[in-house]
């Protein structure tokens, strides 16, 4: 191997997180290229029949089928790993077939899993709908309450799974405390760590076991490309998740893992000017509007905890419209540079409306149960100018006819 490249785990590990971001993982073929390569192939060839026989024994290193593994895609891996604290990290073609691998590769039919309430919508379908049909037993809970994650145990429960900041309210979670209380039950502690990203939470730290992205959102960051990634230790990934993997067909395209190593470059420098942009647009609109919700504001109900355990307050500012549904698409409607979109983390910023769209899936007391009222807005702050933004909000909030 050349060197100057990411592939020396002894060498990238003593790395600053924003120089592993641009260089950890990194392979480089023997044309000696700069920018990483994009593998698209399906499968690799032999040298000879005895060869090939090798790697499949796993008696040879080197790649068989790109539905396993991909040189493009693993260097991805690797560099998401070691952000991330984990020992490996295999990539899916979409967050959500992310979060699938992570539940089902390790869950049985007689396993209890608990889940925390507040969730990406497709991620309570899964609690609620999914693992019920294959004998897995689920407890969805309030996860901001400790006392319900120890009411809920139960002899067989193997699994914890919550997100923080969650999807889109914005409550969190306290990793360490949860972990904990997973640990003593013998269960693993997985969390979807999207909204926060690797550049501001790492839940290993915390004592998270798994933990899962849809790279789709900040990853990438620039709305091309879908993914996902599940992240653990060795032991996990060979018992549970690598066999899961390999045999369902979840993999990354190596075109996505490309793309996603190159938004891995830029995530700590983008996701600082996000949250610079998300500080002033939260501070702007908080005096107009009774709840506006956002870390860096005084008065941010879980502020110690999210002080605790993420470096900044992130990306997303959640603010609800007290006219509800008809002030919110009002808002919405009357934005001249913000798009109406329902995606999250992109360098364009997007207010989405959850009730209508992204939480739909829910019924209505289950949406209101979670905080997801007619009124509220999911505001992914984007790249553009900090002035801009708060210009375009405000005359859109005039639109709608907030004092
Ligand atoms: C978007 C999202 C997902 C699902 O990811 P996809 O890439 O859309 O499949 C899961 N969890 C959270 C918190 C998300 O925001």
Not at 53 to 73: H, I, K, L, M, V
Not at 116 to 122: D, I, L, N, P, T
Request: aromatic residues 8%.
């Amino acid at each position: 191997m050349k060197n100057r490249t990411g592939t020396d785990k002894s060498l990238t590990s003593t790395w600053a997180r924003q120089t592993q971001m641009v260089r950890a993982g990194s392979m480089r073929s023997n044309f000696d290229e700069m920018g990483e390569a994009l593998f698209l192939t399906s499968a690799f060839a032999y040298e000879n029949a005895e060869e090939a026989e090798a790697r499949f024994d796993g008696r040879a290193e080197g790649f068989t089928y790109s539905r396993q593994t991909n040189p493009t895609t693993s260097m991805f891996e690797a560099r998401m790993a070691l952000l991330e604290g984990a020992d490996v990290g295999r990539a899916t073609g979409t967050g959500m077939a992310a979060m699938t691998a992570a539940l089902l590769c390790y869950l049985r039919a007689g396993d209890h899993i608990i889940g925390a309430r507040a969730a990406f919508g497709s991620c309570r379908w899964l609690l609620d709908e999914l693992l019920p049909r294959y004998g897995i037993e689920t407890t969805v809970i309030d996860g901001t309450s400790l006392d319900a994650w120890k009411a809920a145990v139960r002899p067989n429960t193997k699994m914890f799974f919550l997100e923080t900041p969650a999807n889109p309210t914005l409550d969190f979670v306290d990793i360490e405390e949860v972990a904990k209380i997973a640990h003593d039950a013998g269960a693993k502690l997985a969390v979807d760590n999207v909204f926060a990203t690797p550049a501001l939470q790492q839940p290993m730290k915390l004592g998270a076991d798994i933990v899962c992205y849809s790279t789709t959102k900040h990853i990438d960051g620039q709305g091309r490309c879908l993914g996902g990634i599940v992240l653990c230790d060795k032991e996990f990934d060979e018992q549970h998740l690598y066999p899961f993997y390999r045999h369902t067909g979840c993999a990354m395209s190596p075109f996505n893992a490309w793309v996603m190593l190159k938004g891995l470059e830029t995530l700590g420098i983008r996701v600082n000017a996000m949250c610079d942009n998300a500080d002033k647009l939260a501070a702007a609109i908080a005096p107009r509007l009774d709840d506006v919700r956002h870390p860096s504001l005084p008065g941010f109900k879980q502020a110690a905890l999210a002080k605790k355990q993420m470096k900044r307050g992130g990306t997303m500012v959640i603010f609800e419209l007290p006219g509800g549904r008809d002030q919110a698409f009002k808002f919405m409607n009357a934005l001249e540079i913000v798009d109406i979109s329902n995606n999250l983390g992109d360098s364009r910023s997007i207010a989405t409306h959850p009730w209508s769209t992204t939480h739909k899936a829910l019924s209505e007391d289950a949406r209101l149960e979670v905080g997801v009222t007619p009124g509220l807005i999911r505001f992914s702050v984007g790249l553009e100018d900090g002035d801009d933004l708060v210009k375009d909000v405000m005359q859109a909030l005039d639109k709608a006819g907030v004092k």
